[in-house]
């Protein structure tokens, strides 16, 4: 295996196609943070070895570096890679759809990676919890039903309810970003039946928006850092608005939580 493999690709790439390849593309496998490093050296050993022991050794800072990178710079940050538990990843389904776009050639594996992402937007959108918003903007009127939807729950660890409310919104945009490379403005199924258009991506991610604003309070009491972890700018407004409907919300959902 030889450096040509990669050649032009940033690190970050690089490491995203290390967890296709390590998965191949089944974003239910999982795989180690030595893993990906280990899969990645072997393509580059140039750019991921130990300084002065390229070939010998591949250096587990730079992998660290490439997953965690703060704010939304990082494969973690960007939605491209999941943590399922400490240094225990997996990729999601816009990291396999980022990564088809890398290898644009590749008929089958950009094939399984839109499949994949549009099994993953389905979901989001068929939640039961976003479609009651549709009927009924009210809702959810408790925190445990918007959790339900992001799958988080108190007692979780922060950065894993960070992780999970990001993952919906790496999904959306990722099919509003497929929307725009197939030059459409919706997508059927392979039967002909509509899947989704860009009308339910845009009111799907007001809804997200709207259950950020509406539970922040409970979010920074499951992770204290949310507002400025994810998204700075956009979450640290979301942040003031929620300060300022306290005084109409007071401490009624987080006591709601346990109905």
Same mark, same amino acid.
């Given at each position: ?77 960007? /939605? @491209?890679?999941? %943590? ?11 990291? $396999?759809?980022? *990564? &088809?776009? =890398? ?51 108190? /007692? @979780?660890?922060? %950065? ?11 999904? $959306?945009?990722? *099919? &509003?970003? =497929? ?81």
């Amino acid at each position: 295996m030889q450096d040509v493999n990669v050649k032009g690709l940033g690190l970050r790439d690089q490491a995203l196609l290390a967890a296709v390849r390590l998965t191949g593309g089944d974003l239910v496998k999982t795989f180690s943070a030595e893993e990906l490093l280990v899969e990645a050296w072997k393509y580059a050993k140039s750019a991921w070895g130990l300084r002065k022991f390229e070939d010998e050794h591949p250096d587990a800072e730079k992998i660290n570096k490439e997953l965690n990178r703060r704010g939304s710079i990082g494969l973690l940050g960007q /939605g @491209m890679i999941e %943590r399922v538990m400490p240094m225990v990843y997996r990729l999601t389904a816009a990291g $396999l759809h980022e *990564a &088809s776009q =890398l290898k644009p050639g590749d008929v089958v594996a950009c094939g399984k990676a839109n499949r994949e992402l549009e099994a993953s937007i389905k979901g989001v959108l068929e939640h039961a919890v976003f479609r009651a918003w549709l009927s009924d903007q009210s809702k959810p009127k408790y925190f445990r039903e918007a959790g339900h939807f992001w799958g988080i729950a108190p /007692g @979780m660890p922060p %950065r894993t309810v960070r992780d999970r409310i990001s993952r919906v919104d790496h999904i $959306l945009k990722a *099919a &509003s970003e =497929l929307l725009d490379q197939r030059s459409v403005d919706a997508i059927a199924e392979q039967r002909g039946k509509l899947l989704f258009d860009r009308n339910d991506i845009e009111r799907c991610q007001e809804f997200q928006k709207t259950l950020k604003t509406k539970f922040m309070r409970d979010l920074l009491m499951l992770d204290p850092q949310f507002g400025d972890k994810t998204k700075g700018d956009e979450n640290k407004g979301l942040r003031q608005v929620s300060s300022r409907e306290e005084g109409v919300m007071g401490s009624r959902s987080m006591t709601e939580t346990s109905q």
